[in-house]
């Protein structure tokens, strides 16, 4: 009998997660299935046809694209680094040239 070490085990889990994300966002990037939501979740849409709703939903939902793996982790590595107000920019001497 195979034992599987840990890291195999939590490898096999995060590719189970991966599948059944990448599933509900298939299934949630189709307004009928938004369209259920909103009807069931929000008084403002209790009353309305599934069709009516559809039809306030613009253009067709897109699924996250985002980058995956090594570059996704170097990608927020570098957006969290940069600063997110004036302060912050001048804290982190990035205002010194301003008016030059």
């Given amino acids: 009998m195979e034992h599987k070490t840990k890291v195999a085990e939590d490898l096999e889990l995060t590719e189970?997660?991966?599948?059944?994300?990448a599933?509900?966002?298939?299934?949630?990037?189709?307004k009928v299935f938004l369209a259920w939501i909103l009807k069931s979740c929000l008084d403002e849409y209790k009353?309305?046809?599934i069709k009516t709703i559809e039809s306030y939903i613009e253009d067709t939902p897109q699924r996250n694209r985002r980058p995956?793996?090594?570059?996704?982790?170097?990608?927020?590595?570098?957006?969290?680094a940069q600063p997110r107000n004036t302060a912050q920019a001048s804290a982190q001497g990035g205002?010194?040239?301003i008016g030059r």
């Fill in 16 to 21: 189970a997660q991966a599948r059944y994300d």
């Fill in 68 to 80: 995956e793996g090594l570059e996704w982790r170097a990608h927020e590595a570098k957006r969290s």
């Fill in 95 to 97: 205002a010194k040239n």
């Fill in 23 to 30: 599933a509900c966002k298939r299934l949630l990037s189709h």
């Fill in 47 to 49: 009353d309305s046809d």
